[in-house]
C-alpha cells in the first residue's frame, strides 16, 4: 500500500478514514485530535520509506536525473 511494506501502514488508513468521519459527523475537536495523530504517524511511515535502502537509491536516482534536466535546460538557454 503506497510503497511501504510497514505494519503501521493498517493503522495509518484506519485514522484517515475516522478523519473523515469525523468531518462528515461536524465533530472538529475530535477531528483535530485525530488528524495529528494521522500527520504523526504519516511522517513516521515516510521516514521508514526513506529509511529503506532501495527507495534512497531510487529517490537519490530521481533527485540527480531532474538535476541534469534542469541543468541542461539552463545550458540550452544560454547557448540560445
Not at 465533530?27 to 527507495?55: P, T, V, Y
Amino acid at each position: 500500500m503506497f510503497g511501504y511494506k510497514h505494519p503501521k501502514v493498517m493503522r495509518f488508513m484506519a485514522l484517515l478514514m475516522r478523519c473523515l468521519k469525523d468531518c462528515m459527523e461536524y465533530k472538529h475537536d475530535q477531528l483535530n485530535m485525530d488528524m495529528n495523530s494521522f500527520l504523526l504517524l504519516k511522517n513516521e511511515l515516510s521516514l521508514s520509506f526513506l529509511r529503506n535502502m532501495d527507495n534512497i537509491v531510487a529517490t537519490v536516482k530521481a533527485a540527480i536525473k531532474l538535476y541534469a534536466t534542469q541543468e541542461e535546460t539552463s545550458r540550452k538557454d544560454l547557448e540560445a
